[in-house]
């Protein structure tokens, strides 16, 4: 069975700082990974995901991920956090033939002036 | 562009009642999917679905059901609800393989 830990259920940084966001996964074989940006009150939005043609993968707003299998490890990071920022961060997993799309418990970035 | 489409958005239930949530998608999507999402739980899979007429339980499974007759909705029933049910519930349609889910508004659904 795959499933996902986003490890820190809380990141609070600076505005400017670097933003680092933990997701490991467990899978028999490498998956497809997903990040997944939520703002208060509102659906989820895509940030970037990972399909294998690129272990560093570029997203919206300036986030990125890499995905290092050695480590299964999907980890998002920003070099500088803005305001705007401050949304739940939620890493997800799918695989198989029924492309079952599992998440982890999410983690909630606050950004600091 | 409308993409997945929940109605109703807010609802409240009193312990017994049923309800159906109603999930559209209009992007020919084979796969749909109902989340629930509680605080510190992050997104949990209740139902989902690989294609019209077909559906499967996903990790939280009891006290719903679900019915996917037309591809493009996906209906979520309470049969008789219990405050143990007040959440968040998101839909999401997704193309499969390396596509991406799409998610609705969500439906905020408190039982007393």
């Known amino acids: 069975a795959q499933s996902v830990t986003q490890l820190g259920s809380h990141v609070s940084v600076s505005e400017g700082a670097l933003v680092l966001l933990r997701c490991n996964y467990s899978?028999?074989?490498?998956?497809?990974l997903f990040w997944y940006v939520q703002y208060p009150n509102q659906g989820l939005q895509l940030l970037l995901k990972y399909t294998s043609a690129a272990t560093l993968v570029k997203g919206i707003n300036g986030f990125e991920a890499e995905f290092k299998k050695s480590e299964t490890s999907f980890h998002l990071t920003k070099p500088s956090a803005h305001m705007s920022d401050a949304a739940e961060y939620f890493c997800?997993?799918?695989?198989?033939?029924?492309?079952?799309?599992?998440f982890g418990k999410g983690t909630l970035l606050t950004v600091n002036p | 562009n409308a993409g997945v489409t929940q109605t109703p958005k807010f609802r409240v239930l009193k312990t017994g009642q049923s309800m159906t949530l109603l999930c559209a998608q209009d992007?020919?999507?084979?796969?749909m999917y109902w989340y629930r999402q509680d605080p510190g739980m992050g997104l949990r899979l209740i139902h989902y679905s690989v294609g019209e007429g077909t559906t499967a339980k996903g990790e939280v499974p009891d006290g719903y059901n679900v019915s996917r007759l037309k591809k493009q909705n996906f209906l979520l029933g309470l049969e008789s609800a219990a405050p143990s049910q007040t959440s968040v519930y998101f839909c999401?349609?997704?193309?499969?393989?390396?596509?991406?889910?799409?998610f609705g508004q969500g439906t905020r659904l408190t039982v007393v």
């Open positions: 999401a349609s997704s193309g499969g393989g390396r596509s991406e889910a799409f």
């Open positions: 997800a997993v799918s695989r198989g033939s029924n492309y079952k799309l599992t």
């Open positions: 992007m020919n999507h084979e796969y």
């Open positions: 899978s028999s074989v490498p998956p497809y």
